[in-house]
Nanobody, 125 residues
Framework: QVQLVESGGGLVQAGTSLSLSCAASQSTSSRYSMGWFRQAPGKEREFVAAISWFAGSRTAYADSVKGRFIISRHNAIKTVDLQMNSLEPEDTAVYYC?????????????????WGQGTQVTVSS
């Protein structure tokens, strides 16, 4: 069992940056690919970014955040970060961290085995 806890959400203005962090409960978190998803009110959960677990980490991004968001992982301290730049009001959502037993980055929530509780990000215009 892997427990994930997100932090770093908040209320920011459009055009600014915010960094989210996801802390995993087990040292074996280094063997999971990790992803970030988000869900806005009335919408389905959508893929944001993902990163593989091995040393030469591969990453994947949704088109809507490509070039603005950066995902990174730090296996030694069991965290995965999401640096969000040039935030837009459309980025407002609850952001979830997830862990997958698959080794490569995955963009479907169905391929993730563990989820955090989420952290709210609100971007004002």
């Amino acid at each position: 069992q892997v427990q994930l806890v997100e932090s770093g959400g908040g209320l920011v203005q459009a055009g600014t940056s915010l960094s989210l962090s996801c802390a995993a409960s087990q040292s074996t978190s280094s063997r999971y690919s990790m992803g970030w998803f988000r869900q806005a009110p009335g919408k389905e959960r959508e893929f944001v970014a993902a990163i593989s677990w091995f040393a030469g980490s591969r990453t994947a991004y949704a088109d809507s955040v490509k070039g603005r968001f950066i995902i990174s992982r730090h296996n030694a301290i069991k965290t995965v970060d999401l640096q969000m730049n040039s935030l837009e009001p459309e980025d407002t959502a609850v952001y979830y961290c997830a862990a997958s037993l698959k080794s490569d980055p995955r963009n479907s929530p169905l391929e993730y085995n563990y989820w955090g509780q989420g952290t709210q990000v609100t971007v004002s215009s």
